[in-house]
């Protein structure tokens, strides 16, 4: 019965109908003799499958051992996934009626000096950005499509104390950061002078100097936000090779809200593992006293 069964249904599906995992079943259909269809088989039309080989010669039983799972404590609940809110955002080619926090940051971005690469407008509580001169126009438009599209939704966006993003949603504060990858190239020393004709050679005692550095911006945009959440959950967008951050930007405003269920659920996690620890020390001292 179970040489039909493996043949007609794939492992893994039927090892869940018995309630055992795959590798168990494997391993006792391998000590019983049963053969097990190859990696692949499934994937085939059921006219280009292997044919189906003979069942072993030996009838024995095969015994399976179950878990209970009504023993088992019940899982955590899982918070429930966010729905997509916004099909795609459309970033239009002209700012128009800029966002108040967007028309201040432009202003400053405009008037900045440059320093490595990147425009000096760290301090003076505005947006928070690390793009070069030639990303300003572009940049401000990501930053007026998202932060209306964002507020549409009951997202509130300030600018802290300590010159941050802030975005507040359900209670939660995330920090985000438009960021532009700027490379680092050394620029190398010039070579000594050549060596005169009939005067000795005397070592150089010039100090040595630093390093000098050229500061090439890239053009790659990507949006990194900052909040303490479970690993695996998405805090960065940026661009790639077949997709630019303008696309990605409903992907971001979808992001925001399950970074938040993920701040609550490692709050959650957090809270309950101490309250755990409480006990242990509880009982430890019970124990000593």
Known sequence: ELFEKVWETPVLKLAQEIGVSDVGLAKACRKA??????????????????????????????????????????????????????????????????????????????????????????????????????QVDRSALIFDTLIKASEALGQCWTITAGNETSIEIDGEELKLLLKERITRITIPPPPPPPPKRGVPWTPDFQPRVAPQYEWVPTGELSLQLEADTEYGTRKNWADTKTKRLEDRLADVVDGLALITISIKAMRARREEESRQSLIREARRLERAR
């Open 33 to 134: 003799g049963i053969p097990l269809p190859s990696r692949g088989y499934w994937a085939k039309q059921p006219a280009k499958r292997p044919p189906k080989p003979k069942p072993p010669t030996e009838m024995g039983s095969i015994s399976f051992q179950i878990l209970d799972r009504a023993s088992l404590p019940p899982r955590p609940e899982i918070p429930a996934k966010v729905k997509s809110v916004i099909a795609r955002l459309e970033v239009p080619q002209a700012l128009v009626d800029p966002h108040p926090l967007v028309g201040k940051w432009l202003k400053q971005a405009q008037s900045a000096k440059t320093n490595e690469g990147h425009l000096m407008t760290a301090g003076k509580h505005v947006l928070r950005s690390h793009i070069s001169a030639a």
